[in-house]
């Protein structure tokens, strides 16, 4: 039987995880900045790939992304399983219901999404095969199909990380999104699969292509009616006669490997099964929160990233790079791609700024277009560079989506109280032992970072816990005032042993005191912050080991672990 | 760059599904038979592998399960990642503070219980070389060499599983065990690197055996000291600063391929390196127990299985069994395993009882026997046979151990309520309107099917009930008795609409209500029970979903998912 030598594990072991390392810190990284995830996981493969490690140390490269041989196998395993894997989540995460509510309005983004970037792409190569890389043997009809393709088909699994990323996923626009990606993709698939026809059978085994069509839309439409009954009536014998969690998390992988192996026999991608799998699993009320928190953790915090990077580590995008070509092709994939999904919403009556931000949420083509470009390139069709240019407009596309989604909303990430602490503003060991001393002790280093005038902001301060005392109880205390001129919330951490009398109704003396200061033009952000914070101390071993830390970051740590009051 | 064909991820996802829903199926029976769950999941392979599918439907076996090819490698790379994590939940699951506490008696029945069977192997090996299935041109003392550590090494993974199969994994005698299998598997490693080292260089790359060992106890040494206290040191600041839980898991995830990247460097099994970074991250006290969960549900129920199952695909158990050469190794084995352990452990002062029980813990030869015996085969040194029997030898040796240590230590795999259930003593509209008749219409069917005299259990519960009232508020009632003669606790359950007074300190009604019976004989039965139903009704929910269950089955389902009152 053949297996990995020890120096192909070594190789395995290393290679996986540089790249996961890679990815989750950029990953990381990309999140500061604001921006998705995806953006610095892809942005890992880059830096690891042929393009920048490859340059500077090209056997090091090589030694740990072998391009041929028994390690290129093994990364293509887990890439494969890894994009698989983050189908399912993102089908379990699909809501079903609104996609029927928001089912026309996606059909409509779908379609024109679809069909004009892909005339307008057939077009184009068409009429200037030469200057977009064609092959000079290959035909001309199935290269000008092939680009019409690449610029045409929408990336699932990067809309969805995107829209993810920001929260928006589950939203009414997110889900007119996802439903408008998913008929884009299942058309856009179906055509792929007529267009491989073309040049010679069907990739899998030589099925007609009305026979792969058919069976999708078989497929697709049991999945959604029948499969998901089935699945909600299975559930709960899994429950009761196998091990918990044990039995649930196995029957949901084994339903999302099994479907992913059907959809890819069918001869449409793998990935489309494991995707209807999860929205029949995820529909079901009895599917256990555990069970989808267990999925999605491994999956998007493992699986997900290694994917994104290793779509990176394909091509060396700087030896390939004709500027041009890229230009040219990027340009033409936003400006068609945008324009035909806004067109698409407007024709489902959405209004204006959402139909834009619908445009720009389809523009990702990301690694379908990538797939798409490969497997020209295979078949001898396009020549290298446009495959370059296709995966750099691909990039492209799903690196702007999100920037321009967030304009266009004028979408502000929801900060969480962690977000906005600093080392600077924490009193390890408060000295104060009254309300207006705490305050005072409390005031003294932002007003002194930001050049505030400190007596006036403590009379506010002091002014609102005169009128209503902020004591809360459970040795809690958050003071506060609302600050004209102030540009963004500030958060002050102070912790007194001895505790400090904030008058609360429990007759508990305030241990932790959260000061919160917030722009007097934010009218609803004091109320967002104390929510949180009352939340995150409602359980009551909080207190206690707020008292224990020793410095800022265990505090950090504390609040970012939390158990909500409200989550499970 | 050299991927999966569209065939190549058909086979993928299919073989991986099959072997996977296999064995859990299998595992899950196990359990039903109170055997360890990784006896089913061994089978699935043998199953599913040339012994029995690659028989009956040889063509099917070798489309799912090719030998060669990039199918064999993508397997091959799953079962390989599937090893280290599972190594690295072990690793996390020990408890550092009781390997110290017993490490003496682990590092004496660690020595006794590799040099002992390697003694007797060798000089088996040595004495009857044709018998014993030498390759006519092998060198008899390297052939020697090798049946001596193939005899002599015990698998960590099978018997941390079997250990964790049965709940003693964090027992005292557990610990022992594992100590004893780590010192053993390290020995065993690093005797087998000098044997290899001997017949032309260790086979990653040329490095002088003694440097590997140098390196290996270098490694071990660090990590449980320098590397526990930098992972615990690190763990608030992964925290602090990264998205939670994205970023502890992570780190947890990426530390383990690289610690077992490094292992694999120094010549010995990646594995190590997984085992000794989860060893250090279980250690910390920061390590949240949603990481832990995650990471441990995740590979106890997708990897480990796949990887249980896969060692069966390896050989034909049939094709190459020669029963003298079975018999002789299998008994050699257990004979000097378990003698051995035992007078190590009876060095170590431990009772008799558990002596033996450790020497039955310590039996399991499993994947080390496997993977010894394969690269003895592959470098020409065993025959085919002598590989089939060593396969059979560390399969059954890893079955009996987890029997006999029943039987030794008496143990009785504590049944949970859900397991104590069943539909006929389910009754989804109780009639009742009154205490005394719901007790009478739920002992109906228990005292038909079992042949009892209803008037007089009838009234030991009642007279029970009127001593003191056996509903213990929030909805739930608990009658009960101990009656002579029973064999085994039954448990009825009882669901009512309206509810019936059982006189609940809270004054409510009950809807709820478990009748008890426990034998006389058992005093703690009664006790043990009505806890764990207390403590899964202590969530307020669950009350209320009971009241909505449609059957048996939901009610099932409902039990074994519950949140329990003391975990998270």
Redesign the interface.
């Known amino acids: ?7 192909n ?2 190789v ?3 290679s ?3 790249l ?2 890679a990815a ?1 810190i950029l990953g ?1 990284l990309a ?1 500061r900045f604001r921006q998705p995830a995806v953006l610095g996981e892809l942005l890992a493969g880059v830096l690891l790939g042929p393009t920048i490690l490859g340059s500077l140390a090209p056997e090091l490269n090589l030694f740990l992304f072998p ?4 390690n ?3 990364l ?3 890439a ?2 890894a994009i ?1 894997l983050f189908l399912m989540v993102a089908g379990i995460e699909v809501d079903l219901s609104t996609i029927w509510k928001q089912g026309n309005k996606g059909f409509k983004v779908g379609l024109t999404s679809i069909f004009l970037p892909f005339a307008m792409g057939f077009a184009f190569a068409w009429f200037f095969p030469g200057f977009m890389g064609k092959q000079a043997h290959a035909s001309p009809l199935i290269f000008a199909l092939f680009l019409a393709i690449g610029i045409s088909i929408s990336a699932l699994p990067i809309i969805a990380k995107t829209l993810m990323d920001m929260d928006l996923y589950r939203s009414d626009l997110g889900m007119v999104v996802v439903s408008a990606a998913i008929f884009n993709d299942l058309v856009g698939w179906m055509i792929f699969a007529m267009i491989l026809g073309l040049i010679g059978g069907n ?3 030589g099925m007609p292509v009305i026979i792969t069509i058919a069976m999708t839309l078989t497929f697709t439409a049991m999945m959604l009616t029948l499969g998901r009954q089935a699945i909600h009536k299975a ?16 029957f949901a ?2 339903l999302a ?2 479907g ?2 059907l959809c ?2 069918i ?1 449409i991608h ?1 990935m489309f099964g494991a995707f209807l799998v999860g929205a029949a699993l995820g529909d079901s009320a ?1 599917l ?1 929160e ?1 069970t989808r ?3 999605d ?2 999956v ?3 699986f997900a ?1 290694v994917f994104f990077a290793s779509i990176g ?2 091509v060396n995008f700087i030896l390939n790079f004709d500027f041009k070509l890229v230009f040219t092709i990027t340009g033409l994939a936003i400006i068609c791609k945008v324009s035909s999904a806004f067109f698409g919403a407007r024709w489902g009556k959405m209004p204006l700024r959402e139909a834009w931000a619908v445009g720009f949420s389809m523009v990702s083509v990301g690694a379908m277009g990538i797939i798409v470009g490969l497997l020209a390139m295979d078949a001898g069709i396009i020549e290298e560079k446009l495959f370059v240019a296709l995966v750099i407009m691909a990039m492209t596309t799903s690196m702007i989506s999100g920037p321009m989604i967030r304009i266009i909303l004028r979408y502000r990430q929801n900060l969480s109280v ?1 977000d906005m602490l600093a080392s600077r503003y924490f009193i390890h060991r408060l000295e104060a032992t009254s309300p207006r001393e705490a305050i005072g002790e409390m005031l003294e280093s932002p007003c002194r970072t930001m050049g505030l005038e400190k007596n006036l902001i403590e009379a506010a301060v002091w002014e609102r816990e005169l009128s209503l005392s902020t004591g809360i109880g459970k040795g809690l205390a958050l003071p506060h005032a609302r600050i004209e001129g102030l540009k963004q919330a500030v958060i002050v951490v102070g912790i007194s042993k001895n505790g400090i009398d904030f008058d609360a109704p429990d007759d508990k003396l305030a241990h932790v005191i959260f000061l919160i200061l917030t722009p007097l033009s934010d009218a609803g952000a004091q109320l967002a912050i104390a929510s949180e914070i009352a939340g995150i101390f409602r359980n009551e071993t909080m207190l206690e080991k707020s008292l224990h830390i020793k410095n ?6 504390l609040l ?2 939390a ?1 909500r009051g409200w989550s ?1």
Chains 1, 2 share one sequence.
């Open positions: 039987m053949e297996t990995l030598s020890p120096h594990i070594l395995m072991l290393l996986l995880g540089v996961l390392a989750r990381e999140q391009l041929t041989g028994p290129a196998i093994a293509d395993t887990i494969t399983l698989i990739s899998t085994h559930l709960p014998f899994v429950q009761a006669y196998t091990k918990w969690p044990g039995g649930e998390l196995s992988i084994i490997l099994l992913a192996a890819e026999w001869g793998a009895h256990r555990r928190f267990t999925i953790h491994f998007s915090y493992i990233p580590l394909k962690a800022f970051t265990d505090f950090m740590a970012r672990t158990p499970h």
